[in-house]
């Protein structure tokens, strides 16, 4: 009769060394993991931040180049606003330069703008926390909130020349405006040249009362606009601020 020796299925236990040798492979294997899925967004938001910055850097460069361009145009404008109350007040005779300064103001007028669509898609986007150093993130933040009051100053300038504009027919002829030639200085685009009109057209009205409600309104106009170009220069030194720091933090030219 056979005898079967059954084998034995009873195995050495492991020692200790070789469980902690597996827990330590997985364990780097996990931690490694980790780290490498780290790294990649590290690398993603880095890239796409920077991006992003650039286009800001861009969004702000358009505004100063428009501030400058405004800028030209309203300070032409409120000066213009200044000679005609003067010559209204000193000499109304002069009709052919009274109605050239009345068209030249309104004609001169620009409203102020910024670009804040990739700030916006940034905000909207939960990456504004990826902005490095904190202080050019608050700088941002504050230019574009500054910027509101900028805009208000805009509205009153726009009240006011409504005001210009409704009341002009107290004093000019809307005919003899139609008939002025405009077009802009090849020396300096940010301005829109008024020809002197023809003749020595009449103002429609003599009486003061008249004649000093409409300076009036130049008047208020001028200064509105005056008041508007102080705001806009101090957001133009924010964006000019914030333009050396954006290129001084991210290393751009």
Avoid at 6 to 23: I, S, T, V
Avoid at 187 to 198: A, F, G, K, W
Wanted: charged share 20%; with cysteine; proline share 2%.
């Amino acid at each position: 009769m056979e005898v079967h020796h059954h084998p034995d299925l009873h195995h050495q236990p492991k020692k200790w060394k070789e469980y902690f040798l597996e827990f330590l492979m997985i364990f780097l294997a996990v931690t490694l993991g980790f780290f490498a899925e780290n790294l990649r967004e590290y690398i993603k938001d880095n890239n796409e931040i920077t991006q992003d910055v650039k286009s800001v850097l861009s969004d702000l460069e358009s505004d100063v180049l428009h501030f400058n361009i405004a800028l030209e145009g309203n300070s032409y404008s409120y000066s213009l606003s200044d000679s005609l109350v003067n010559l209204l007040h000193t000499n109304i005779s002069n009709t052919s330069q009274i109605y050239k300064y009345a068209r030249a103001v309104t004609g001169n007028i620009n409203y102020f703008y910024t670009n804040s669509k990739t700030f916006d898609q940034m905000k909207a986007a939960g990456m504004l926390k990826l902005i490095r150093p904190r202080n050019l993130l608050d700088s941002l933040g504050l230019y574009y909130v500054t910027f509101q009051l900028l805009s208000s100053q805009d509205d009153y300038v726009r009240l006011k020349n409504d005001v210009v504009c409704k009341d002009n027919y107290l004093l000019f002829d809307t005919y003899v405006f139609s008939q002025m030639q405009v077009g802009y200085d090849k020396y300096n685009t940010s301005h829109t040249i008024v020809q002197l009109p023809l003749g020595h057209p009449p103002l429609l009205s003599s009486d003061h009362k008249t004649i000093n409600e409409v300076a009036q309104n130049y008047y208020y106009l001028g200064a509105a606009e005056k008041f508007d170009c102080i705001a806009a220069r101090h957001q133009k030194q924010l964006a000019l601020r914030l333009i050396t720091l954006i290129k001084k933090e991210y290393h751009l030219k």
